[in-house]
């Protein structure tokens, strides 16, 4: 089992920025990929970001240029930075690992984007 517990949500302005952190424990030995998807009301979850063992990075096109991803291998932790927020980033934002076969999630964790 792999347990996340993202952190770094709130409320912010159009334009700003937020951090967002997932610290993984338990099972996270060969974890193979992390990442973060979001769920907007009445909206399906997506994918928003994700990096794989050894760096490599994927990203919705609505986040290129705004987001990054990025993951601390010392510390098990991935990290979303978001810039240029707008108000369409709103939603609950959730972690995830795969590893093996399985796909494991946080709790999530509230962005809301509004002036």
């Known amino acids: 089992q792999v347990q996340l517990v993202e952190s770094g949500g709130g409320l912010v302005q159009p334009g700003g920025s937020l951090r967002l952190s997932c610290a993984a424990s338990g099972s996270i030995l060969n974890i193979y990929r992390m990442g973060w998807y979001r769920q907007a009301p009445g909206k399906q979850r997506e994918l928003v970001a994700n990096?794989?063992?050894?760096?490599?990075?994927n990203y919705a096109d609505s986040v290129k240029g705004r987001f990054t991803i990025s993951r601390d291998n010392a510390k098990n932790t991935v990290y979303l930075q978001m810039n240029s927020l707008k108000p369409e980033d709103t939603g609950v934002y959730y972690c995830n690992a795969f590893r093996g076969i399985f796909d494991y999630w946080g709790q999530g964790t509230q962005v809301t984007v509004s002036s």
């Open positions: 990096i794989i063992t050894g760096g490599s990075t």
